[in-house]
């Protein structure tokens, strides 16, 4: 099982994204880079990939952008089934334990679209 605090604390110790990623002809292989919030015009390097590891930079660079939200989804669906567990769903009737579902179902709904707003 993968452990989610693990992986955000991997996040919170690296060069925060988005990232984006070029490459870069003159050093034969591929610039990862974070924009500057000081100076728009600007990027922060954060990692050189290669030579010609195209596949290997773009995993990395979409798993950083992606991975926040991916892992809120993770927790947000983890309340829920936790909740499911421990309270809505202990004893109740098959009528009752359906329209748990249904609430679950839109709960859930509304969770997901909140992480992808």
Do not use: F
């Not at 924009?35 to 290669?50: F, Q, R």
């Not at 992606?66 to 004893?91: F, T, Y």
């Not at 109740?92 to 679209?113: F, H």
């Amino acid at each position: 099982m993968t452990d989610i605090n693990h992986l955000r604390a991997l996040l919170a110790a690296a060069t925060p994204g988005p990232w984006s990623l070029t490459a870069d002809d003159d050093l034969n292989c591929y610039t990862i880079w974070q924009p500057d919030e000081n100076y728009p015009d600007d990027k922060n390097l954060v990692a050189c990939v290669g030579p010609c590891e195209d596949e290997h930079a773009e995993l990395m660079v979409d798993a950083v952008n992606s991975l926040p939200a991916l892992l809120d989804r993770l927790d947000m669906l983890a309340l829920v089934v936790a909740n499911c567990e421990n309270e809505a769903c202990r004893g109740l009737d098959e009528g009752a334990y359906r329209g748990s579902l249904i609430e679950i179902k839109y709960t859930l709904r509304a969770a997901l679209a909140a992480v992808e707003e």
